[in-house]
């Protein structure tokens, strides 16, 4: 989260921009809307992944138990 808004708050430095070797438009790209075009996927992603792998990890490794119980 740090090196967007730092990514952000840089891109306006002309110096900044040419001491990394970049130029202006290359950067053109880099808004808070493209962050949140790339972050509610990741996210969602993240949550459907961890939810799907940690139920199936909790269920290979409790299994015995929920065989006792039904």
Same mark, same amino acid.
Do not use: W
């Given at each position: #989260?740090? !090196? #967007? =808004? @730092?990514?952000? @708050?840089?891109?306006? +430095? /002309? $110096?900044?921009?040419?001491? =990394?070797?970049?130029?202006?438009?290359?950067?053109?790209?880099? $808004?808070?809307?493209?962050? @949140?075009?790339?972050?509610? /996927?990741?996210? %969602?992603?993240? #949550? %459907?992944?961890?939810? !799907? &792998?940690?139920?199936? !990890?909790? &269920?290979?490794? &409790?299994?015995?138990?929920?065989? +006792?119980?039904?």
């Amino acid at each position: #989260m740090y !090196f #967007m =808004a @730092l990514g952000l @708050l840089l891109k306006g +430095d /002309p $110096s900044v921009v040419s001491g =990394a070797g970049l130029s202006q438009e290359v950067l053109a790209n880099v $808004s808070v809307g493209g962050y @949140l075009h790339n972050l509610i /996927p990741v996210t %969602i992603g993240n #949550m %459907i992944g961890g939810v !799907f &792998f940690v139920a199936v !990890f909790y &269920f290979l490794v &409790f299994r015995t138990n929920l065989e +006792d119980i039904g």
